[in-house]
């Protein structure tokens, strides 16, 4: 198993664009999770799905963020438009149950605004 | 409500030396206390859990209820431990089952 995957690892963009964040969680796993980390503010959770329900999206910082989990093997974190203080590397993380707390985390997307 | 604090954004030691990394958690009941690690260019990984009360690479954690504190502690750091540490936590109340809170993470240096 590859484990949790994301793309793009580096996405660079101008702000005001559209930039489209996409997680593919461990086969079988039923929670997913959408962190950032910055170096102000560390690790935050930004949205988590449960059987690809939106559970608790708190965590998203204002409307230019959006999240779907459109089936069980797929996610996506949108943010549109851009701004340079969305710069962080954004984690994608997936676990086996809800009751499980045991995250699994992919490798992260570093975007960068410009 | 910030629920986990890590006091220390940097932690230096030399090799051999004992490290203690300090968690702190503000919840009443019984949490779930972890200890993940992210070594360089590597993902986010679990490194052990209170309830499991093992001993990962070294490393021991104990939960002080009293305290509510969780420190990660080795009693001879080496060079390979070197990496961002991040203490976190989890409950069991309806809604929030499954999620952590993280701490704002400790970076650990071990020096030669």
């Known amino acids: 198993d590859a484990g949790v995957i994301q793309s793009p690892r580096h996405e660079v963009t101008e702000m005001g664009q559209e930039v489209t964040l996409r997680c593919k969680p461990i086969?079988?796993?039923?929670?997913l999770f959408w962190y950032r980390q910055t170096m102000m503010r560390g690790l935050e959770l930004l949205i988590y799905f449960n059987n690809n329900v939106p559970i608790d999206d708190s965590g998203m910082p204002e409307d230019r963020f959006s999240a779907k989990m459109p089936n069980a093997s797929f996610s996506t974190l949108k943010i549109q438009p851009s701004e340079p203080r969305d710069s962080a590397v954004y984690f994608c993380a997936s676990s086996l149950k809800r009751s499980s707390y045991e995250q699994y985390f992919g490798p992260g997307t570093r975007l960068t605004v410009t | 409500a910030q629920r986990v604090t890590q006091p220390e954004k940097l932690l230096s030691v030399f090799k051999g030396a004992p490290v203690e990394l300090k968690c702190n958690y503000s919840y009443s009941g019984s949490p779930e206390l972890f200890w993940y690690v992210q070594y360089s260019r590597q993902r986010l990984q679990l490194l052990l859990r209170h309830i499991s009360r093992e001993s990962i690479k070294g490393f021991t954690a104990d939960l002080n209820k009293g305290e509510t504190s969780f420190h990660l502690k080795k009693p001879f750091a080496q060079e390979e431990d070197s990496a961002m540490y991040y203490c976190a936590l989890s409950f069991d109340r309806g809604s929030t089952l499954g999620r952590l809170y993280f701490g704002r993470g400790t970076q650990l240096t071990v020096w030669p």
């Open positions: 086969s079988g796993h039923n929670s």
